[in-house]
């Protein structure tokens, strides 16, 4: 109960309106919005489409009038993109530099941005971390391979920004093709400064230490935790300093030396929930000291995703493994509500959103199903648009922007709850 209303007030303080991070206004895949469409095709109930130079896994991000899209322009060139959401027409470029590659289904144009509605911040697989007006002035840029080494993920970097009050919050967990120390930063959003940078050891091997995944926040009282989930652990940070207060253990029993962690950690109220490598999925306490693998540990579930991010409501969790298998779950508990059940076969490498009473989750053949947010599984519709899918949906008044290699679509009409 108490997890269902925290979610609830900080979700109705936010403007539903907005998108403005990979995971939507709550990290947590959910919006508050309603009256949204259940069914389109590549040319029902589309207002608009844009068309995109190639694929990527980085998500729309929509604050008012503007869409802010991560892409790669070529098989060389990175840049960020501005949108007019009426219209879907382009209405700025900016370059995020060269060095675009193929890292596996990736490429570097993978992270999501980020904006606060007055900036815009941007990372690139390459590094390279740049902060813009919201006419497209470049404020500052960071160039943080040059700074600090080369990521050494075996697939390529792909963390997304976390933004939180005055700063973006930035993870670098690697180790297959490196020996350079995994670390984390703040820094400051309006000077691009460090405010602090830690390292994060782990003993994890191989490939182990990789982690594409995206941090996130748990409240304690009145006070945030920063979480971070890869190298066979989960951390959490004192937002000041950076300071690891507490550590979780437990998410590779057998010593895979290949369990890099794609799917990234949610958080409701004071737990977080944390994938790994699909087994053990598990949820913890924040607020801990030290060792808090016993202690803190609230759940484990063996039936977790391998890329897919989960979504929450702040009562249930809904979980799509790649095959398209799912499940919901107590977020308290762990334990099943329903499933295992099959939406439609394929692999899945977006993450799902809720909003309306429905979750949305597209797989790489462009197949949507839409499923009911409810205790029991139902199927309301599977919309297909053909054509290479890995970026999550971003939901905007009573809009769905889903991006394909080729387009990106508008789906239904824009209403302002």
């Excluded at 590659?101 to 490429?107: E, G, I, L, P, Y």
């Amino acid at each position: 109960m108490r997890l269902g209303l925290c979610f609830l007030l900080i979700a109705w303080s936010a403007k539903a309106g907005n998108w403005p991070q990979w995971r939507g206004p709550q990290r947590t895949g959910a919006s508050t919005e309603t009256n949204l469409p259940t069914r389109w095709s590549e040319t029902e109930n589309i207002a608009w489409k844009l068309p995109m130079p190639m694929w990527s896994g980085s998500t729309p991000i929509v604050w008012g009038e503007k869409i802010f899209l991560n892409v790669a322009e070529d098989e060389d060139k990175l840049a960020l993109w501005c949108v007019d959401r009426s219209r879907g027409q382009v209405l700025w470029k900016r370059s995020m530099g060269g060095g675009n590659r193929k890292a596996r289904k990736q490429n570097m144009s993978s992270p999501s941005p980020v904006t606060d509605g007055n900036h815009v911040w941007a990372l690139t697989g390459t590094g390279i971390l740049k902060a813009f007006d919201m006419d497209g002035k470049e404020l500052w840029m960071r160039d943080i391979q040059k700074e600090y080494g080369r990521f050494g993920l075996n697939h390529g970097y792909a963390s997304s920004p976390l933004l939180h009050e005055d700063s973006l919050y930035i993870q670098v967990l690697h180790g297959m093709t490196t020996d350079d120390p995994s670390y984390v930063m703040r820094i400051d959003k309006l000077t691009g400064k460090n405010v602090w940078r830690v390292e994060r050891p782990t003993d994890a091997q191989r490939e182990s230490p990789d982690s594409y995944t995206t941090p996130t926040l748990v409240q304690v009282g009145k006070t945030w935790e920063l979480v971070v989930t890869g190298g066979d652990v989960i951390t959490g940070h004192d937002l000041a300093t950076g300071k690891e207060l507490w550590r979780g253990t437990g998410f590779n029993p057998e010593g895979n030396p290949f369990h890099r962690i794609v799917a990234s950690p949610v958080a409701v109220g004071e737990l977080v929930v944390a994938p790994t490598r699909v087994r053990p999925m598990m949820a913890f306490r924040g607020g801990g000291r030290g060792d808090v693998s016993i202690s803190h540990r609230v759940w484990s579930n063996n039936n977790g995703p391998d890329v897919p991010t989960p979504v929450t409501d702040g009562r249930r969790l809904w979980v799509v493994n790649d095959r398209g298998i799912v499940y919901c779950l107590d977020l308290r508990t762990g334990k099943e509500i329903w499933g295992p059940e099959r939406i439609r076969a394929g692999t899945y490498s977006a993450s799902p959103v809720l909003a309306d009473g429905k979750i949305y989750v597209t797989n790489e053949d462009g197949v949507t199903t839409v499923f009911r947010a409810a205790d029991r599984f139902e199927v309301l519709a599977e919309n297909v648009i053909d054509d290479y899918v890995l970026s999550s949906i971003a939901i905007s008044d009573g809009q769905l922007f889903l991006r394909t290699q080729k387009y990106l679509y508008c789906i239904g009409q824009r209403r302002k709850n």
